[in-house]
């Protein structure tokens, strides 16, 4: 049965040609699952810095492309990629192993969390310490949007045009408190569809 997503490109294809790629199922695993241990609050940005910086699995340019079919698929955002990389790799075996490496450790963590939550639940400290927490991630999200800015010169829309969509889709959501699935599928929709005119010979 053929791998639900494409290969990854031999080691000599062009651009790509210095990336690295896991070494085998083990590998996603361990590699994931140190993902998924550094990930508390601002989860992308964990995700950009391992995945294009560290190990250099992909480009700035795939990893805005795979996000994007990440974010509209159902799920959380970064299982949706983990398994499509592992998928890339090593088929539906890779897949599970980069989806196992997301998952175990991190349920483990949180179930001990949970545990201590509901002894301090009530303390105002914690809730303070939380709210704290909440605006480091919000920091940490926005600051790797402004990183990966820059790969969206090679986008087909042309860096002013995906800046513009970014800037309506944050005043839906953030400015005009418009549901996300309205501002998702209606802003994607004209994306694709203006990606689709410029594409066309």
């Known amino acids: 049965m053929p791998a639900p997503f494409p290969a990854a490109p031999p080691a000599g294809s062009g651009a790509t040609a210095a990336l690295a790629q896991p070494s085998s199922k083990t590998d996603l695993f361990l590699s994931f699952t140190w993902l998924a241990l550094q990930g508390f609050g601002g989860v992308l940005a964990v995700v ?25 698929m159902p799920g959380p955002n970064v299982v949706n990629l983990s398994l499509m990389i592992g998928a890339r790799y090593f088929g539906l075996g890779g897949a599970m192993a980069a989806l196992a490496g997301m998952l175990v450790a991190p349920m483990v963590v949180v179930l001990g ?9 009530a303390d105002p400290r914690m809730a303070g310490a939380l709210r704290g927490m909440g ?59 203006l990606a689709y005119r410029k594409l066309k010979p």
């Open 48 to 72: 950009q810095r391992e995945l294009v910086e560290k190990k250099r699995w992909m480009t700035r340019e795939e990893f805005i492309e795979e996000w994007a079919v990440a974010q509209i």
């Open 113 to 121: 969390l949970a545990l201590v939550y509901t002894q301090f639940a």
């Open 135 to 193: 605006a480091v991630a919000a920091g940490l999200i926005t600051a790797t949007g402004l990183k990966l800015i820059p790969a969206l010169q090679a986008n087909v829309l042309g860096h002013g045009l995906c800046i513009a969509l970014g800037l309506l889709c944050f005043a839906g959501i953030a400015l005009l408190r418009w549901p996300l699935v309205y501002v998702l599928f209606g802003l994607g929709a004209v994306g694709c569809v």
